[in-house]
């Protein structure tokens, strides 16, 4: 037995190894990644990475990240050539991997996943040349900011796994007959007829999540105006500033961005991008809004969430948020 035992520990480690020793494509186990959130490591040649071509990226990923009080950029690009593109840079949480050469035939994108770690966000962009690789960027900004985002978003998610909040989902379920997956560390501020309100406070920063419902009847109601009418009248009722006759509203002056989807079960869903301020006081800040409903529902469920924390930029604190509202659905 103990033979035999040993035979198979020593097969187990032997296929281990060989897949060890070949590409990081052919392995089975994938190391984890390394890197700080929202780093983008681009392989390019440093002369490439001064011209225009790589302005054109280094542009695309600096986009200030919107919904935020303050200039906040998307991404902070890290630029090496492609000789020092070795293992320990391999596992880099977000790639752009680039080559701009006339031996290329047509010049594309391709968006990958999981490359070389796990979980990887990984891009390859081939260019005839610098013109059409800077067209590349400029068509696809949107795409590329999105694919790295959502990326980000679901590491946070997955990070958030196993610590939540199971006495805040059991309410959510049987108040609204919806899951939201809610760390552990967020408490049940308010709770009245049609609205609860959940927060995680600190001495600096406060993040907080509100859900209501309200009578489905046409697909209108996802106007943006219609959503942020609708919004501002539940802040209003249930969300009191610090001073008296102080509320919650949304900072109009500012365009509220919306995004939509409806997948192929009629889910309907349009997500929210904006600021917030306090009427008659000086609070403010960013905040991301999930309404959705389907074709069986009489309501609409929004799960709303904001940050406050004045001393500090905002953009990983609101990732947060949206990693996890983003995870709401019909229980």
Same mark, same amino acid.
């Given at each position: ?22 590409? =990081? ?6 190391? %984890? ?17 001064? %011209? ?16 935020? !009080? ?16 070795? =293992? ?22 391709? *968006?990958?996943?999981?490359? /070389?770690?796990? !979980? ?13 690789? @800077?067209?590349?960027?400029? =068509? ?15 590491? +946070?998610?997955?990070?958030?796994? %196993? ?38 406070? @600190?001495?600096? +920063? ?7 419902? /309200?009578? *489905? ?8 105006? %219609? ?14 500033? !610090? ?10 002056? /500012? !365009?509220?961005?919306? @995004?939509? =989807? ?45 940050? *406050? ?23």
């Amino acid at each position: 037995m103990r033979k035999q035992l040993y035979i198979s520990l020593l097969i187990l480690l032997t296929v281990l190894t060989a897949c060890n020793t070949g590409s =990081n494509k052919d392995r089975l186990i994938l190391t %984890n990644i390394s890197g700080e959130p929202n780093d983008v490591l681009v392989v390019m040649e440093e002369m490439t990475w001064k %011209n225009g071509a790589g302005k054109a990226l280094k542009t695309c990923l600096e986009e200030p990240y919107y919904g935020l !009080p303050q200039i906040e950029r998307s991404f902070k690009p890290i630029q090496i050539e492609r000789t020092g593109f070795t =293992n320990i840079f391999q596992i880099y949480r977000n790639i752009i991997d680039v080559n701009i050469s006339d031996k290329i035939k047509t010049s594309k994108i391709w *968006y990958g996943n999981d490359v /070389y770690a796990r !979980p990887q966000a990984y891009l390859k962009i081939e260019a005839k040349n610098g013109v059409e690789f @800077t067209q590349l960027i400029e =068509n696809n900004k949107a795409k590329i900011l999105a694919f790295f985002k959502d990326a980000e978003v679901e590491r +946070l998610q997955v990070a958030y796994k %196993n610590r939540f909040s199971e006495t805040i989902m059991k309410h959510l379920r049987e108040k609204f007959n919806i899951k939201v997956d809610i760390p552990a560390n967020y408490k049940l501020e308010t709770d009245s007829n049609q609205f609860s309100w959940i927060s995680y406070e @600190t001495p600096d +920063l406060s993040q907080g999540i509100f859900v209501y419902e /309200y009578a *489905y009847g046409d697909t209108s109601q996802f106007n943006k105006e %219609n959503l942020l009418a609708k919004r501002d009248e539940f802040l209003k009722r249930y969300v009191d500033g !610090p001073t008296d006759d102080s509320y919650m509203q949304t900072e109009h002056r /500012y !365009p509220a961005r919306r @995004t939509v =989807n409806v997948d192929e079960n009629q889910f309907y869903s349009v997500y929210l991008e904006g600021l917030w301020r306090v009427e008659g006081d000086y609070m403010g800040g960013p905040f991301v809004s999930y309404s959705f409903t389907d074709k069986e529902s009489e309501k609409i469920i929004c799960v709303d969430a904001y940050v *406050y924390c004045p001393k500090k930029d905002k953009r990983n604190f609101i990732m947060q948020m949206e990693s996890i509202i983003k995870t709401a659905r019909y229980n």
